[in-house]
C-alpha cells in the first residue's frame, strides 16, 4: 500500500467502521468469539466496500469486490439485485470460496489482507482455532500495514480465550508501542488491561484509570466497566 493509500485510510469511513466494530466489541467481549473476532468483520465489509466504491477499478478490487458481493447476498426469497443463496450454507461455502481466492493470488497486497482477514474470523467462527491462528499469523507477517494489527489483536484474543495470557499480553504490548488507524492505543490498553486483571489487579487499574477519564466513548465506558469487576473481585466475600 503506498503512503498515498494510508493517508486516505486515517480519514475515511474504513479507519471509521473498524474503530467502531472494536468499541463495541470492547463492551461485550464475552461474546467476541462466537461473534467474528475483534471486528475483523467489521474490517472485511467496510474494507472491501471502499475499496471497490472509492478506488479505480482494479483486477484484484474488481475480485474482492465481487467476493463482498457474495458475503452481502441474501437468503432465501430473491431480493434484486443482490446475489442470492437458497441456504445459509451456500452463500458460506462460496463466500469462503471466493475470498480464499483472493488470499490465494494477491498475498501481500491489502486486498489480499482483508480476504484473509475475512478467511481467519471463518475458521475462528466454526472451531478451526489452530487454522485460524495460522491465517493471521500470515496476515500478520506478509500483510501491508495497517492490516498487520487486526490480524495481532485477534490472535491476542484467541490466546486469551485459551488461557495462553503471556502470548496474548506481548502482542498487545507491541499494539501499545505502535497503534495504527484500525487499532488506537487506547483500544490496545483496554485490551491489556483485561488480559493482566487477573494476574495483577494493580496494573490493570493503572492502566484503565486514565482510559475511564477521557471524553465519555465506548472505550472509557468498558474501561469504567472493567475498573467496576476488578473491585467487585477482590472485595471481601459478605457473610450471612
Known sequence: MDRHTRKELKTDKFAQG????????????GQAMRWGLIGVAVVVIAGGSWLYRSHQTTVRADLLAKAMQIDDATIG???PPRLN????EDKEK???????DVAV??????EGAIAQLAVAAAQA???KIDEALKTFKDVLDKAPDPYDSVAKLSMAQIYNSQGKNDEAEKLLRQ???KPSVFVSKEQATLALAQTVAKKNPAEARKLLEPLSASPRSAVSRAAVAELGAISASQAPAQSN
Open 175 to 177: 499494539l501499545i508501542d
Open 105 to 110: 493470488k494477491y498475498p501481500g497486497s491489502q
Open 85 to 88: 443463496f437458497p441456504t445459509a
Open 125 to 127: 467462527d466454526s472451531g
Open 18 to 29: 473498524v474503530g467502531s466494530g472494536f468499541e463495541f466489541l470492547s463492551e461485550h467481549r
Open 94 to 100: 462460496a463466500r469462503i470460496a471466493a475470498f480464499t
Open 77 to 79: 426469497a430473491p431480493q
